[in-house]
Nanobody, 117 residues
Framework: QVHLVESGGGLVQPGGSLRLSCAAS????????MNWYRQAPGKERELVAT????????KYADSVKGRFIISRDNAKDTVYLQMNSLRPEDTAVYYC??????????WGQGTQVTVSS
């Protein structure tokens, strides 16, 4: 059974940092691109960052470029999102996604990130 379990969310002040983790199980993690998405209240889900299966390629939304870093550890079946210089507009539920094809596409349950003073 496939599981993606996010952790590391919480409340942080503007300018602060958080590190999200997503632990995967039930599939061959190293074969999948991994993505972090986020969804703020009243807004559509947004792709934040992508990392290739081997970790050699990363991409970021313009809104987080230079502040967020996606990484993965295929030995631990885990993907990370280091979030620095957080802003109130980063407040959202953050979701981990594993993608290989339209059929092999899995989602976590999400973790709340709130940036507020």
């Amino acid at each position: 059974q496939v599981h993606l379990v996010e952790s590391g969310g919480g409340l942080v002040q503007p300018g602060g940092s958080l590190r999200l983790s997503c632990a995967a199980s039930g599939f061959t993690f190293s074969n999948y691109f991994m993505n972090w998405y986020r969804q703020a209240p009243g807004k559509e889900r947004e792709l934040v960052a992508t990392i290739s299966s081997g970790g050699g390629m990363t991409k970021y939304a313009d809104s987080v470029k230079g502040r967020f870093i996606i990484s993965r550890d295929n030995a631990k079946d885990t993907v990370y999102l280091q979030m620095n210089s957080l802003r109130p507009e980063d407040t959202a539920v953050y979701y981990c996604n594993a993608h290989a094809t339209a059929t092999y596409d899995y989602w976590g349950q999400g973790t709340q990130v709130t940036v507020s003073s």
